[in-house]
């Protein structure tokens, strides 16, 4: 089983930056897409973006222009680097990694494992 442990977050004022990182166990880091979503109070949980074996990456259109996903596989880690946040953005942000290999899934579905989550909240 996969641990994820998310690092980062915090509160930030409309308009600014954040960064959060997620840290994964395992040896098969690289081959899996690692994926952000968020869930917001009293709304369900939302794909944010996700990065693939190649580092292909899938955005929200609702972050689209804002949010910039990467991965470094030598320190199994990914990355989320959130600019110009808005209120609408204030949530809990969790990692995940794919159920299988050499897939990009956009929906929660497709990832089996999860980290803690950290708060992202945004004041207006």
């Known amino acids: 089983q996969v641990q994820l442990v998310e690092s980062g977050g915090g509160l930030v004022q409309a308009g600014g930056s954040l960064s959060v990182s997620c840290a994964a166990s395992g040896r098969t880091f690289s081959t899996y897409a690692m994926g952000w979503f968020r869930q917001a109070p009293g709304k369900e949980r939302e794909f944010v973006t996700c990065?693939?074996?190649?580092?292909?990456?899938y955005y929200a259109d609702s972050v689209k222009g804002r949010f910039t996903i990467s991965r470094d596989n030598t320190k199994n880690t990914v990355y989320l680097q959130m600019n110009s946040l808005q209120p609408e953005d204030t949530a809990v942000y969790y990692c995940?990694?794919?159920?299988?290999?050499?897939?990009?899934?956009?929906?929660?579905?497709?990832?089996?494992?999860w980290g803690q989550g950290t708060q992202v909240t945004v004041s207006s």
């Open positions: 990065i693939g074996w190649s580092s292909r990456t």
């Open positions: 995940a990694r794919a159920r299988v290999a050499y897939t990009h899934p956009q929906e929660s579905g497709g990832y089996d494992s």
